[in-house]
């Protein structure tokens, strides 16, 4: 199982974490990415094989304070993060003026 934080645009997100299998992941996640944003993610695979994952993936949420690593993190209602992820990998995170964020 791989761990996926989720962050929205809500001001009550709670960045909640969900174990989702190696398949699961790999429908929301490329190949070498471990960023997504959740309308490129539906732009790229069938609606109900995703609709399907999804639905199995919030029966599995990990408790933070349990999680071994976050594998993966799904933006949703955040299009503007997008420029800060140009190859949708959180190690290669940018500023704006494409410098490095870490």
């Known amino acids: 199982m791989k761990n996926i934080q989720v962050i929205d645009g ?17 429908l929301i996640f490329p190949e070498g990415t471990d960023i997504a944003f959740i309308d490129e993610v539906y732009e790229r695979v069938e609606p ?18 349990l999680s071994q690593g976050i594998h993966g993190i799904i933006f949703y209602d955040l299009e503007d993060k997008k420029v800060y992820y140009p190859t949708r990998r959180d190690a290669e995170a940018i500023n704006p003026d494409g410098s490095s964020l870490r």
């Open 10 to 26: 809500a001001r009550n997100c709670v960045y909640d974490i969900f174990a989702a299998t190696d398949d699961e992941f790999a």
């Open 48 to 65: 109900q094989k995703l609709d399907a994952a999804f639905k199995n993936i919030w029966k599995r949420p990990v408790q933070k304070a």
